[in-house]
């Protein structure tokens, strides 16, 4: 998968763009494993945790460059570790909250992964994590990317997209989608991940699908005595299948 290639067009992708309001004290530790572009340290955080202790990690450089600029921009302090998360050894019981959207079923051992994030949470953290679980179907996304911005955008810019970023972004999902069907990318289904989950010690919250049926959303506690001090206060979510690159806070509503 070429990761650096994609890092360029990542954004016009759907996106999660809220994370709700999280009930985390202003100064937690948070941690966005295979935060990618920045995204959600930029976006989906409520604006009280903007000075709280955030980590990015990611272990591919294109990722990481796009988002060094983006926190930069949006005047973030963001510890960015170049790092591959299925050898990094996570500290643990070190994190309030542990991030994970759409990166962990490219991961090549994710329920080891999800074993270390519950080791790394402080007892009573929190996991919001969205992973990809079924296969993308191409053409469904692309008829999707024409329909969401063809009035937004206007035919013409709508024709460019689809020429340039819009043939990346086709031969990123498909590449994703070969390696599904190869079991190389784990795929599964929301009452599997959430079994998972569970089987790794880890409460469920919320569990859902989310991204057109495509991936699912689990909310989970690490249980612990101050578990009912953390997490999430609502769990009212705001599932954006598009955001754009001119107007990234356009889809943010409160
Ligand atoms: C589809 S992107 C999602 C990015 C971001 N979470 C978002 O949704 O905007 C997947 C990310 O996972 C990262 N990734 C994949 N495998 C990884 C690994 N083993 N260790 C660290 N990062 C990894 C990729 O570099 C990429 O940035």
């Known amino acids: 998968m070429n990761w650096n290639e994609y890092a360029k067009c990542y954004d016009l992708l759907c996106d999660l763009s809220r994370i709700g309001r999280l009930s985390l004290p202003s100064d937690a530790s948070i941690l966005d494993l295979g935060g990618g572009t920045g995204n959600f340290l930029c976006h989906g955080l409520p604006a009280e945790l903007h000075r709280a202790n955030l980590s990015h990690l990611d272990f591919n450089e294109g990722m990481l460059g796009a988002a060094r600029e983006k926190y930069k921009k949006e005047g973030l302090s963001v510890e960015l570790l170049h790092a591959d998360a299925t050898r990094y050894e996570l500290p643990p019981s070190s994190f309030d909250c542990i991030l994970s959207v759409n990166s962990l079923y490219a991961m090549s051992n994710p329920v080891s992964v999800l074993q270390k994030v519950y080791s790394a949470l402080r007892p009573g953290g929190l996991l919001f994590l969205v992973n990809l679980g079924r296969i993308q179907n191409t053409l469904d996304w692309t008829l999707y990317l024409v329909a969401t911005n063809l009035i937004r955008l206007g035919p013409r810019r709508v024709i460019e997209l689809l020429?340039?970023?819009g043939s990346t972004i086709a031969k990123a999902n498909r590449r994703?989608?070969?390696?599904?069907r190869h079991h190389r990318y784990w795929k599964h289904t929301t009452a599997e991940i959430g079994e998972q989950l569970t089987r790794i010690g880890f409460r469920v919250d919320e569990l859902r699908p989310c991204?057109?049926?495509?991936?699912?959303?689990?909310?989970?506690?690490?249980p612990g005595p101050s578990a009912q001090c953390l997490g999430l206060q609502s769990t009212q979510l705001l599932l954006s299948p598009l955001r754009s690159y001119s107007h990234p806070r356009s889809v943010y509503r409160d």
């Open 163 to 165: 020429r340039n970023e």
């Open 176 to 180: 994703i989608a070969c390696e599904q």
């Open 211 to 222: 991204y057109r049926g495509y991936s699912d959303l689990a909310i989970c506690t690490k």
